[in-house]
């Protein structure tokens, strides 16, 4: 958005105005700082000479990035600099004064070594937010462990509860680890800006993925630290609710249904023609089809393997009872209802290159979506930031390039 003057205001947004450093690589960081790019803030990513690791993951590529990177890095600008290098180092603390927040995920101890730490960019910044995410956090015994999404899933005890009864715990299909603590990151780094508009004082936010991991356990955590009762795998279905699971249909589809309400269990009975179940004293309350569900689900089962599951879906929304098909992600990415949302964004980069990957859940009734810019070539912002943010000449950035310290797009170093 330009003003009248031609000044370049940044993408439009609730969080417009407000500027964040990312140090972040990978997944948990680079989804955070997105959430925030989305919203309208200014995020300069910055990265080594080598560049954000997940630009070389395979097995997709458009030009020389993976799909990885480009699904988590839109709506940001890129710098490359050399922050081993003294110089280099200096320029970033720079930066960090002129940012809101500066959010980076490396393991504690890290940035301490290198000589950027909070107290001494806060001592120059008072207002500033640092966000840290880490595998176990900045205290604790396992602070200086590494940690990877599948760990966390594994240590928290959630990967137990993943899988059918009987066989291998599994990790969740999408990195729940990563996510949950990048979302955690951006409501905590929310929660400090809105502290410090009232204080002036910015504040260090701590995210554990570990701790994110343990949060999500809600009511499983709860049911355990009250009986003691340690829940094994959950298979496809719920603890509490026998008609709240997965359901084969025919030719290998599938449906889970949600029939918590006893208005909900009629019509679901009605549909399948099982009317006689309703009466059924095994059958007459939740706590008795709780009790008797192992009874139940093969009388559910016989019935929904007569049909399709896609032709299951409108008797049952017609009766009442919440229904989804198990979708494969070619359904889900083609889903009207998905693509009415703008849940799939079609991004177009310089040249012929194009991306199209998932898109920001966040929306705000009556206002239309600001477009989305293409995840940014390595330092393809460097000359932009550095000399708009820190006031840099054109020579003084020319100098600091043939020295190695920033590199601009096209200089990538080998890793």
Known sequence: MMTDNGQDEGRPGPLNGIKVLDLTQFLAG???????????AEVIKLEAPAGDWSRTLPPHFVGDDSCYYLSINRNKEAVAIDMKAPEGLALVKQLAEKCDIVMENFRPGVLDRLGLTYDDLSSRNAGLIWASISGFGQTGPYRERPAYDMIVQAMSGGMSLTGEVGRSAVRAGMPIGDLT?????????????????RTGKGKFVDISMLDCQVA???YQAAYYLHSDEVPGRQG??????????????ANDTELVICANTERMWKGLCDVLGLQTLIEDDRFLTNEHRHQNREALWPLLEEA???KEAKKWVQPLLDAGVPVGEVNTLADALSDEQVIHRQMVLDLQGGGDKRARVAGNPIKFMGEEEAPHSYPPALGQHSRKVFTSVLGLSDAEFDKYRANGIILEAGDRKSK
């Open 304 to 306: 929904f393997a007569t």
């Open 181 to 197: 603590a990048g979302m955690y990151a951006t409501i905590g780094s929310l929660a400090a800006l809105e502290e410090r508009r």
């Open 236 to 249: 496809r279905g719920h603890e509490s609710i026998p008609t709240y699971r997965s359901f084969a249909g």
């Open 30 to 40: 680079p989804f955070s700082t997105q959430i925030f790019a989305d919203l309208g």
């Open 216 to 218: 999500l356990l809600t």
